[in-house]
């Protein structure tokens, strides 16, 4: 079960990396809004697709969520394809996607240390701590200049 959860997390990587280039390539032709919506949509019709094929609960049970507020994960994620396209214009995609996984890292991080969103409570550790610090020393050694 957790090889599996690992095949996932690093086929999300290569997917999100992949798409990050694409969306950067397309905003080159229609602009950074018109290629967000397009993005946006075309996730909308591979996620009604895939509900029909597998899933097929009430649709509008998504508004039963509490707290409200979670709801906001779709304006997250048209935000997210701006600034991915965005960092990977201007940085490239390596130096782009390192400081996005860093930050992504640290973000979890500390979601789990707080608490917040409904997350359980991890305790901080000089290993996590650690951890991080050779995460962004990473990102300094492979691609910084």
């Known amino acids: 079960m957790i090889m599996s959860g690992w095949i996932i997390a690093l086929l999300s990587g290569a997917l999100m990396s992949v798409q990050g280039v694409f969306n950067t390539q397309v905003t080159k032709s229609a602009g950074i809004w018109a290629a967000s ?3 946006q949509f075309t996730a909308l019709l591979v996620c009604l697709a895939a509900w029909a094929a597998a899933e097929r609960t009430p649709l509008l049970r998504v508004l039963d969520v509490r707290p409200k507020y979670m709801l906001l994960g779709g304006a997250l994620g048209a935000l997210i394809t701006y600034t991915v396209i965005r960092s990977m214009d201007m940085l490239g995609p390596a130096r782009a996607v390192m400081l996005i996984v860093i ?3 640290a973000v979890a991080y500390l979601i789990e240390l707080f608490g917040l969103f ?8 000089l290993r996590s701590a650690a951890g991080m ?13």
């Open 103 to 105: 930050c992504q890292l």
């Open 133 to 145: 610090a050779a995460a962004v020393a990473g990102v300094i050694l492979f691609k910084w200049e």
């Open 37 to 39: 919506a397009f993005v």
């Open 118 to 125: 409904g997350v359980d409570r991890q305790p901080l550790t």
